[in-house]
């Protein structure tokens, strides 16, 4: 009967998502295929909206949540991933407040009802409003504060709020002008196009024949900083879903891609068919296998917390604490260690996380650099990056996703270059 509800069944999918998120810790992208399974793809999008809406502003619904409760809801209690829901959809959606109770209540049927009822009412009455911009959980609070400062904060607080644009690596980047022209973007260095959020990839021009794929211009840096591999070999570790792989072969390469991800190696070998790039495909472990020969050039694109993609997956702003943090930052330092021994005499070392927690970036740097004394810093110039970004003091990227905010913005990444001594 309730199924019959117009878009219930969208509410239910954005509450099996906010549920999987904050209640058991998996990853959005994770649970999207479960949490949607047979809604339509604009009921699929709008109950991925609703639930990102609810993490990119959970700690100010909740302050509205809990000045009208006279005892805290349990954090991960139904009724407060419902009033989330609920106030995400009337206070960042604009969705009519008629009709977000009529989807809201039955999601809480023979339960807190009354309570929802109450709590969403009070709130409405009383014309509530979100701060100006959301504000960050007190554990990212604590981490990013000491190590950042006011700036990065209050930055961070409005790269956060919105989604980002969409950017696009082209795989030829002599035709920069040509596609920007064409798709109507924005270029913000050779070989890339910037478009507004929400463009719908697959209907773009270009998308057929593999002219470009989608890629945030700080995880295009990477890819970059090792230049032209006309007659050099590459090792891409962790290489899946491929983007810089695909780079890599379009900057001449012969590519080696590993990744211990079978099911993310199929969509690396799907991107390369569709751009009609090239790489020899390794599904393994970095820390079992090994190489027959070493390379001239190995890109580390380390699993890492993935903080500074919180623009496009707030849901890691809450699923993530200090111990992941160190655990990761133990295997990125394991891993670039057996990598060490896998660049040739005179080439380069590109160790990359799409984090924004020093262990995972700065940390890593200075520890490689302290245990290998066959590699040297190789620092980044200014005219390798887009313009705007800088390199730091010791020559490594740091970006943060409010840098070249007036543009749009770019993911939080740390890149360092090394070149290996002899040759
Ligand atoms: C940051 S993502 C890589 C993104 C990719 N480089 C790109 O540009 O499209 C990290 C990858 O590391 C892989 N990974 C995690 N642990 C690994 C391991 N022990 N060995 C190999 N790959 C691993 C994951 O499957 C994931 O695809």
């Known amino acids: 009967m309730n199924e019959e509800i117009s878009g219930l069944p969208t509410r239910r999918a954005a509450l099996r998502l906010l549920d999987a998120v904050m209640r058991m810790g998996t990853p959005m992208d994770q649970a999207t295929a479960n949490a949607t399974k047979g809604l339509s793809p604009p009921d699929r999008a709008l ?156 209907e773009l021009q270009g998308y057929d024949e593999g002219a470009w794929w989608v890629q945030d211009l700080a995880a295009s840096l990477p890819g970059r900083l090792l230049g032209d591999g006309s007659g050099k070999r590459a090792l891409d570790l962790c290489a899946a879903p491929g983007g810089k792989t695909m780079q890599l072969s379009a900057a001449g390469y012969a590519v080696t891609a590993l990744d211990n991800s079978a099911r993310r190696m199929d969509r690396l070998m799907a991107n390369l068919e569709r751009t009609q790039l090239h790489a020899d495909r390794v599904t393994a472990d970095v820390m079992q296998w090994e190489p027959s020969e070493q390379f001239d050039a190995l890109l580390l694109d380390a699993p890492c917390s993935a903080t500074g993609t919180m623009r496009r997956h707030p849901d890691v702003l809450q699923r993530i604490d200090i111990k992941q943090i160190n655990n990761l930052a133990a295997l990125q330092c394991a891993m670039l260690d057996r990598a060490a021994d896998w660049v040739k005499p005179g080439g380069l070392l590109v160790y990359a996380t799409c984090s924004l927690e020093p262990q995972e970036g700065e940390a890593q740097a200075e520890l490689f650099l302290s245990k290998h004394s066959d590699f040297s810093a190789l620092p980044v110039s200014a005219g390798e990056l887009p313009q705007g970004v800088t390199a730091n003091a010791q020559g490594d990227v740091r970006t943060m996703p409010h840098m070249l905010a007036d543009k749009g913005g770019m993911d939080g990444f740390f890149i360092a270059r090394f070149k290996r001594k002899g040759a």
């Open 47 to 202: 109950a991925i909206a609703i639930a990102q809406e609810s993490l990119r502003w959970s700690v100010d619904l909740d302050v509205l949540i809990d000045s009208k409760t006279k005892q805290a809801l349990p954090d991960d209690s139904k009724a407060r991933m419902v009033l989330r829901l609920a106030l995400a959809q009337i206070l960042r959606l604009g969705t009519p407040p008629h009709a977000v109770i009529a989807t809201a209540l039955p999601l809480v049927e023979k339960g807190p009802r009354r309570l929802v009822h109450g709590v969403l009412g009070s709130l409405l009455r009383a014309n509530v409003t979100l701060p100006e911009l959301p504000s960050l959980p007190e554990a990212v609070l604590m981490r990013w504060h000491p190590a950042w400062g006011d700036d990065m904060v209050a930055g961070a607080q409005a790269a956060l709020s919105e989604p980002p644009p969409l950017d696009l690596a082209l795989r030829d980047p002599a035709s920069t002008a040509h596609w920007a022209a064409l798709l109507g973007g924005e270029s913000l260095m050779p070989g890339h196009v910037r478009l507004p959020r929400g463009t719908a990839v697959e």
